[in-house]
């Protein structure tokens, strides 16, 4: 019975921390990224961001605009995140940040 006792409170301290780390970034600075809620890092899978809008911004300076928003398109979709900017930002959508071609290039405009 011990056991299960100890058990139960090493998941629990577990889960608190594993909590700390997605909550309190948020508290801490308001997230400007499109696609993520003003004050939340985390977002609702099941709430999608107009990626088209999204990726018009993102690439309206682009010299190669159709690709841009086709590759913009594409990383929106899978991580249902576009950075703020039309460059860099990318730190605030690591799954936009870290998709790869085939080639072992960056993905994301």
Known sequence: MAYVSRLLVLYLVMLILFLQMYVEPAEIGA????????NRM???????????????????EASLHDRCLRACGTCCAKCNCVPPGTYG??????CYADMKTHGNKLKCP
Do not use: F
């Not at 997230?31 to 993520?36: E, K």
């Not at 985390?42 to 309206?60: F, Y």
């Not at 930002?89 to 690591?94: G, I, R, S, V």
């Open 31 to 38: 997230s400007t990224a499109v696609g993520l809620p003003r």
């Open 42 to 60: 985390i977002m609702n899978p099941l709430q999608n961001i107009d990626c088209k809008v999204a990726c018009g911004g993102r690439c309206k």
């Open 89 to 94: 930002n990318k730190n605030l959508c690591p």
